[in-house]
């Protein structure tokens, strides 16, 4: 008996009797009141709203209301740098790809990938970050790699002052070395260096050349190629003051080889005791500084030095360094040291 249209306007109550098979005549909803099946089916667009909460939540059973469609999200006002409260995005039940936030990609808590796998991964440069799998498989089969000589006794290494010429020759017909894994074989190689003071670096390339450097470069002379020996040039005297041998076995790596130079260098096994010497002079007489020594074995990394016994008076070359300029020198000793 009374206007359904005037109550719902009045805010008066509206009584709805229970044999009516329906709601007839209800207005288009505002924030305040009920709405309209017609205007829940028909909502599209975008959400021109400003989102003021931090927590944006869809749920799936909004599906659920009837004649709707597939639901989407769109066209919505930025929220805006949030300094107090993370943004929470909640997925369930289906695929969720990426999430990014001010340009970055943020995931938050364990991470499971369903068996699946994780790809184009740049290579880590923080000690935190994840390590992709050629940044562990490199150190790795490096250590695979045989880089040196298998055996010394088949090559000789020979410096003549006259020429400045480091020769390395077979004792037989060839020799062998290796680069990263790879055999070389030659009969010969030789380099003439410059009459420049100082270290001489020399090595094998994989074209079977010698070649010879005063720059210490790791990778050209540990890593991609056959070390083989090292010279300190006399630019003063015309003399090279020592030959080092460095035809290392193929036991190693470079990197190995390079490491144990770093760290362990040359290490005492045996002997070198001193002996005849006289412990109770009063050093005003040559007697007194005379003395032997037993013979010994020192080691380079795998590379064994047999040094022979020197019966008193020992003659040992003396080496020392000019104040100058810091350059080295060599004195054969003719009497004692």
Known sequence: DKDPRRDLQTGEKLWIRAAGPMVDYLYDSNILTAITKNYVDTVSGSIGQ???????????????????????????????????????????????????VFGNTIIGGVLDIQSHKVINVADPTAAQ?????????????????????????DSALTFTDGTRTLDISATDATFDYWIKGIKYTIANSSV???????????YLNSSGNLVATQTFVEEDIYFNNAYTAVVYWDATNNTAIYLGDERHGITMDGQTHNYLHD???????????????????SGNDATAAQFGYAAGVIWDQDIEHSISADTAPAQIPIYYK??????????????YP
Do not use: C
């Not at 944006?56 to 066209?75: I, R």
């Not at 003439?192 to 020399?202: A, K, L, P, R």
């Not at 760290?263 to 002079?281: A, C, I, P, Q, R």
């Open 322 to 335: 000019l104040g100058a300029g810091g350059d080295w020198r060599k004195t054969t000793v003719s009497d």
């Open 192 to 202: 003439v260096i410059t009459d420049t003071e100082g270290q001489w670096f020399f």
């Open 263 to 281: 760290t362990t260098g040359t290490k005492f096994e045996s002997g070198l005791s001193l002996n005849t010497f006289d412990s109770d002079g």
């Open 129 to 153: 970050d994840a390590a992709t799998k050629i940044y562990v498989d490199a150190p790795m089969e490096a250590m695979k790699e045989p880089t040196g000589f298998p055996n010394r006794t």
């Open 50 to 100: 400003d989102l003021n909460h931090q927590i944006l939540e869809l749920y799936a059973y909004v599906d659920t209301v009837s004649g709707s469609g597939t639901q989407s999200l769109q066209g919505t006002t930025d929220i805006g740098n949030v300094t107090t409260n993370p943004l929470l995005v909640q997925v369930s039940g289906s695929t969720f790809s990426t999430l990014t």
